[in-house]
């Protein structure tokens, strides 16, 4: 893998240690925000909903700008923003922020994501979205463990702050590292990029990812209380959890980036059917602090292999879109970052308790595996080198 695309995962890192680590936050600010934990648990949401809209939307703004200069503006708004959550004592600027953070991680993934796949052969975009990506689990190794640790000792602010400052080397290494034209030649026009949405392999595509996603950061954003308060475990084994959870997804993006050019839909159904029934053993489990800490890391495996396949194919399912491509596969991922925390929070807010977010996290990964089995030939989690047009290997 190219250089350079090790330091985007550099960035990645930044920006998805802020989004991941509310997971060890979210009772911290409640008590010091004087709102509910659903209520705090609703940040994580807001930051999903921002990445949402800003995925196509600022992928789209930052067409015709040159890479690095797009690469360089989104972050420099991300560190500022980050500056802001960590002094204010209002909830509902905390919540703009995230807003605002989102849409400037979004813009930055999206053109990250075209940026990193220009970088390798067009059959090695799983390994190159995989690398990408493998930013965000290190966050959740590290970055998230780190800010839980930071939130029990400084409060949570001082999380946000260190959010601010890991994001200055990033601004150096992408200022140094990202070459700064734009992609080769002109971009096709926006309609003709966003007619792609009509293929029903991409559709398809971008629905499993969202779902699967869905599922992870359901269960992932309460994961704090439900060791806690269910599995007995104490505060100081909080940051402990969540890096087992990040060690996982870290072990399983970088497995699953290996197998996602070649056999995705492997990846789709036998990881789908042993994450789906992962969920449902934690919700039954979680009682007992030894299975419990076991399935966090194996789920967080299961969750990011099968999630950065299902987002590495909707790259390849895109080949009309080339400037577009990273915000539809960043929005996907995103939609189920923002419907899940909700689903969850509405769960326990409902007196379902901590549990209740794993099981509907078994039940969205179920949707995805009955709608993979209804998709003819598996068409949008087929062969990568069918679906980016290449022909057929021996």
């Not at 990202?178 to 966003?194: C, H, M, Q, T």
């Not at 969202?210 to 994961?223: D, K, M, Q």
């Not at 993006?253 to 839909?265: C, E, I, K, L």
């Not at 059917?273 to 009682?287: D, E, K, N, Q, T």
């Amino acid at each position: 893998m190219p250089f350079a695309l090790l330091l985007l995962g550099l960035a990645v890192f930044a920006q998805g240690t802020s989004e991941f680590m509310l997971s060890g936050l979210v009772p911290d600010i409640a008590g010091d925000l004087q709102v509910t934990v659903p209520a705090a648990g609703a940040l994580t949401s807001a930051f999903a909903v921002g990445m949402v809209v800003g995925a196509p939307l600022m992928a789209a703004l930052g067409r015709r700008w040159s890479r690095r200069g797009a690469l360089l503006g989104f972050l420099l708004v991300f560190l500022a923003v980050h500056v802001v959550g960590a002094v204010t004592g209002s909830f509902e600027v905390l919540l703009a922020t995230r807003v605002v953070g989102a849409l400037a991680n979004a813009g930055f993934l999206a053109v990250a994501l075209v940026t990193a796949a220009g970088m390798v052969p067009p059959q090695a975009k799983g390994r190159a979205t995989a690398t990408l990506l493998g930013g965000v689990t290190l966050a959740c190794v590290v970055g998230v463990p780190a800010g839980a640790l930071l939130g029990q000792v400084w409060g949570w602010r001082s999380a946000f702050w260190a959010v601010a400052l890991l994001s200055v080397p990033a601004v150096v290494a992408v200022a140094r590292s990202v070459p700064g034209g734009a992609a080769d030649g002109a971009p096709p026009l926006l309609v003709v990029e966003l007619r792609s949405l009509r293929s029903p392999r991409l559709l398809l595509a971008l629905l499993l990812g969202a779902l699967v996603n869905g599922a992870t950061f359901c269960t992932f954003t309460y994961l704090a209380p439900l060791a806690t308060e269910v599995g007995g475990l104490g505060d100081a084994w909080v940051p402990g959890v969540l890096a087992l959870f990040g060690a996982g997804s870290f072990a399983g993006v970088n497995v699953g980036g290996r197998f996602a050019d070649r056999s995705p839909a492997s990846v789709v159904t036998v990881g789908g059917a042993a994450l789906g029934a992962g969920w449902c053993v934690l919700a039954l489990g979680a009682g007992h602090p030894v299975l419990l800490l076991g399935l966090v890391c194996v789920l967080g495996a299961l969750s990011f292999g099968v999630g950065s396949t299902l987002i590495s194919q909707v790259l390849y399912a895109a080949p009309d879109a080339p400037t577009l491509a990273g915000g539809f596969a960043t929005a996907a991922f995103n939609v189920g970052a923002a419907l899940g925390p909700w689903a969850g929070g509405l769960a326990i807010g409902a007196g379902y308790g901590y549990r209740s977010p794993a099981w509907i996290s078994a039940g969205l990964v179920v949707c995805a595996l009955a709608l993979t089995a209804g998709a003819s030939a598996f068409g949008a989690v087929g062969r990568a080198d069918e679906t980016a047009g290449m022909p057929r290997r021996p």
